[in-house]
Nanobody, 128 residues
Framework: EVQLQASGGGLVQAGGSLRLSCAAF????????IGWFRQAPGKEREGVSG????????YYAESVKGRFTISSDSAKNTVTLQMNSLKPEDTAVYYC?????????????????????WGQGTQVTVSS
């Protein structure tokens, strides 16, 4: 059974850091792309970052470039999103999702509905 388990959210002050993890069960990361998404209250879910086939393809949303870093650990079958210099506007529920291995361009522009597997969300709150 394919499952994704997101963890690592919390409350942090502006300028602080958090590390989110997405553990994959039932499949290997080498064959899939993992994306991170977020949804703030009253807003649509949006893509944040994605990584595919190990680390051969990576994308970041413009709003997080230079602050967030995504990485993959094949031994742990886990994708990590290191979030630095956090801003209050980063406050949201963060989700990870999986789709078959693909390109960075595709990850950035695929409709959210195309992502096949979803983990539960983890809350990130950044106070000003």
């Amino acid at each position: 059974e394919v499952q994704l388990q997101a963890s690592g959210g919390g409350l942090v002050q502006a300028g602080g850091s958090l590390r989110l993890s997405c553990a994959a069960f039932g499949f290997t990361l080498d064959d899939y792309a993992i994306g991170w998404f977020r949804q703030a209250p009253g807003k649509e879910r949006e893509g944040v970052s994605g990584i595919s086939s190990g680390d051969s393809a990576i994308y970041y949303a413009e709003s997080v470039k230079g602050r967030f870093t995504i990485s993959s650990d094949s031994a742990k079958n886990t994708v990590t999103l290191q979030m630095n210099s956090l801003k209050p506007e980063d406050t949201a529920v963060y989700y990870c999702a999986a789709i078959g291995a693909t390109t960075a361009h595709a990850m950035a522009f695929l409709p959210i509905s195309r992502w096949r597997y979803w983990g539960q969300g983890t809350q990130v709150t950044v106070s000003s």
